[in-house]
């Protein structure tokens, strides 16, 4: 009967400690992909601003090649 008892506690603890696991791993999980949407959201405004700056103030001299390297600047951050 005693080792019944025992078993039990063991399958019981170690179900725990799984469910433990799982749940750390998931709540990185989430407040990593938090954390993107987060950046993701920032880099979005910003964005946003700078299409917003080059509407109203068109200049000549800018040209692909700037373009060209904020995509790069972007790509690396993503």
Same mark, same amino acid.
């Given at each position: +009967? ?8 063991? !399958? ?9 696991? %799982?749940? @750390?791993? +998931?709540? $990185?999980?989430?407040? @990593? #992909?938090?954390?993107? !949407?987060? +950046?993701? =959201? ?5 964005? !946003?601003?700078? %299409?917003?700056? *080059?509407?109203? =103030?068109?200049?000549? *001299?800018? @040209?692909? @090649? ?7 600047? #972007?790509?690396? $951050? #993503?």
């Amino acid at each position: +009967m005693r080792t019944l008892i025992t078993e039990k506690d063991t !399958v019981s603890s170690k179900q725990k400690n799984e469910w433990a696991e %799982i749940y @750390g791993n +998931m709540k $990185r999980e989430t407040d @990593g #992909l938090k954390r993107d !949407v987060r +950046m993701l =959201n920032k880099e979005n405004e910003r964005l !946003v601003k700078q %299409i917003e700056t *080059s509407k109203s =103030n068109p200049t000549p *001299s800018r @040209g692909a @090649g700037t373009a060209s390297a904020a995509d790069m600047d #972007l790509k690396k $951050r #993503l």
